[in-house]
């Protein structure tokens, strides 16, 4: 990140850094290699410095760890104590900080071929069978040929539908609902993010206007989904 566009990151309360922080590391601990993020958290009586692994606002604890002498350290930390976050290694996350306003650039690693989508939507369908006990096509919808970044975020929905599905599928009322009312799902990216069900097609828009930040979470996107079952 450079100079001129780190002016353009907005002020955040310490809730919402640790909320940005937690979907950071949820995207960095599947990685082959993480790279988890690096901060100093600063309390009223103290301060930790660690790597950033988890954040529970339910019990309202924050844990960091890091490693000397290859042993392993743990920090948990009252978040309701946090007077000051200070953030290291998260370049390639600057734009979750800026709600939109700093643009997401994927590396060309992270862009899948159109042969590639194809392959992880039939990988989806199967797996949306083994989950839910029927088929279920599964299709991205657009217009001539996507752009690099339609790509990655189409490869980005296929992982929030497999998280919805298996939410679906873990649960037997909403499976049965969800298989009695549903035999083919489509999705778009648009400005919204909208689900409108067309006799058994159900249509899902993903709001692509704040990049990853405006898609919706799984628990979201299931809930959207359910109103029609």
Do not use: W
């Not at 309701?80 to 953030?87: E, G, L, Q, R």
Request: aromatic residues 8%; proline residues 3%.
């Amino acid at each position: 990140m450079d100079f001129k566009t780190m002016l353009q990151l907005p002020v955040l309360d310490t809730t919402e850094v640790l909320n940005i922080l937690q979907e950071i590391a949820d995207l960095e601990r599947h990685k082959e290699r993480p790279q988890m993020p690096q901060v100093t958290i600063s309390t009223t009586n103290d301060s930790a410095t660690g790597f950033f692994v988890n954040y529970d606002s339910d019990k309202r604890t924050i844990l960091l760890c890091d490693m000397y002498d290859r042993k392993a350290q743990f920090q948990y930390i009252a978040s309701h104590s946090v007077s000051s976050v200070s953030i290291r290694n998260i370049e390639a996350y600057g734009y979750l900080l800026s709600d939109g306003t700093i643009l997401f650039t994927p590396s060309d690693d992270e862009i899948p071929t159109v042969l590639q989508l194809k392959k992880d939507i039939k990988a989806l369908e199967d797996d949306a069978q083994s989950l839910l006990g029927k088929p279920l096509a599964i299709s991205y919808n657009y217009e001539g040929t996507p752009e690099d970044l339609d790509k990655f975020y189409a490869s980005k929905v296929l992982t929030v539908l497999q998280n919805t599905l298996s939410k679906i599928g873990a649960d037997h009322l909403a499976k049965t609902a969800f298989t009695d009312a549903i035999a083919s799902l489509n999705f778009t990216l648009g400005k919204d993010n909208t689900s409108v069900l067309n006799q058994d097609v159900l249509t899902l828009t993903i709001d692509t206007t704040k990049g990853l930040k405006s898609f919706p979470k799984a628990a979201q996107l299931q809930e959207q989904i359910e109103t029609f079952l």
